[in-house]
């Protein structure tokens, strides 16, 4: 075991603070990282604050994790001192089930989470990314492409995979109608990818003064959501929609811009339940739908398609010391497009 600096939340009510936390020796299979950004994911602040239920404290939020690798494992052939790697929200499985051996390790029963997870080794909970190191297993330790920024990288490893999976899987090419509602972490991150698989996007938004970075970030048309006449202009006219908001909103309001057969997915994980109309699923045979980030090989594969594209996530750096100033901005939707924390900051601690 060894000592590592972090931020941690003591409970739902305190702000987050500086903390000394444990990190297990390398086994044969694992790699130690020296974690040089991480970003800030509304998860986050989900999970400190309680808003799901199930927060055991202290928790050391951040799962998306980039750095250098320090140190290998006596097994590790795929990794060397020096790499630049990342690791998202996910830090083991159990590698046996269907769904491990379907690539979904997402949905594996016996998912480990990067943080807030039984910790199986050090006994306790998983700690995640607001912290100078993390000892990982190979297994889900990703490769970041040679041509992008490693800050603007971080939050690809939950925003972006969170985003192209789901467009992935619906089948998002050339030529389809996509809407994206919310511009934040993983709004913006969606917009950019929808736009590189070549669909018309169409941005959603509370806040009509995003209007021309969604523009700049690749949407073709902006809606701002409390306008219903330009609501009423897409009716019907959506093959897919991709609903990233963080809180309690009208989910009918965007069933009905679907066209038939359409799909909304949410991946925004309000905390409080949200309603639906019978009619706006069986007008039209829509589909309503969610997804959860996605699995090991698929986050390979959005890394080099966002290597190939040149897509980076549009971030605000910011030191570990003013991490509560950022998490209330967030819950302001103040945010543009992803807050990064530069792990450097932590060395005067
Ligand atoms: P974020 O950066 O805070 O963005 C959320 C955006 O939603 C805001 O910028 C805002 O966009 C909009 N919004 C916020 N409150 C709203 C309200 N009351 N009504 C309507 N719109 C509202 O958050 P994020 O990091 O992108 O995460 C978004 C959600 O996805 C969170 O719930 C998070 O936990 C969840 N998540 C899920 C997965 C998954 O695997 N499914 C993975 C990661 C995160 P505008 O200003 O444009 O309106
Ligand atoms: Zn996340």
């Known amino acids: 075991m060894y000592k590592s600096k972090a931020y941690s939340a003591a409970s739902a009510t305190a702000p987050l603070a500086a903390d000394m936390i444990e990190r297990r020796d390398l086994t044969d299979q694992d790699v130690q990282i020296e974690i040089l950004f991480c970003g800030i994911c509304h998860s986050d602040l989900h999970s400190v604050r309680d ?8 928790i050391v939020p951040g799962h998306e994790i980039v750095g250098r690798i320090a140190q290998v494992g006596s097994d590790v052939t795929q990794f060397k001192p020096g790499d630049a790697v990342g690791v998202g929200c996910m830090v083991d499985s159990d590698g046996t089930c269907p769904q491990c051996k379907a690539g979904l390790e997402q949905f594996c029963p016996n998912m480990i989470q990067t943080y807030n997870s039984p910790d199986k080794y050090l006994g306790g909970m998983t700690y995640g990314g607001y912290s100078d190191s993390i000892v990982v297993d190979q297994r889900f330790v990703l490769r970041v492409p040679p041509n992008l920024d490693l800050a603007g990288v971080a939050p690809l490893l ?8 789901p467009l992935h899987h619906w089948g998002i090419t050339k030529g389809k109608k996509v809407g994206v509602v919310g511009l934040g972490g993983l709004g913006h991150m ?18 009509p003064n995003k209007k021309e970075d969604a523009l700049r970030l690749g949407a073709d048309e902006v809606v701002v959501s ?10 019907g ?12 909103h009208d989910v009918d309001a965007y069933l009905n811009l679907l066209r038939l057969d359409g799909n909304l997915t949410l991946v925004g994980a309000s905390p409080t339940k949200l309603s639906v109309a019978a009619f706006s ?17 698929e986050t390979q594969e959005m890394l080099d398609f966002c290597g190939k594209h040149n897509i980076t996530a549009d971030v605000e750096v ?15 939707s103040d945010v543009k497009y992803r807050f990064c924390i530069d792990l450097a900051s932590l060395k005067s601690e």
């Open 237 to 248: 006219s959506f093959d897919f929609i991709l609903d990233t908001v963080s809180a309690e």
């Open 190 to 207: 969606g917009v950019k990818i929808a736009r590189a698989l070549g669909a018309h996007v169409v941005v959603f938004t509370t806040s």
């Open 318 to 332: 910011i030191p570990i010391q003013k991490i509560n100033e950022a998490y209330d901005r967030l819950v302001k």
């Open 226 to 235: 409390h306008n219903m006449d330009e609501m009423q202009q897409h009716a």
């Open 158 to 165: 939950c925003a972006g995979i969170t985003t192209y999976s």
């Open 51 to 58: 808003e799901w239920g199930g927060a055991v404290y202290p």
């Open 281 to 297: 699923l069986i007008m039209g045979r829509r589909n309503l739908s969610g997804s959860l980030i996605g699995g090991i090989a």
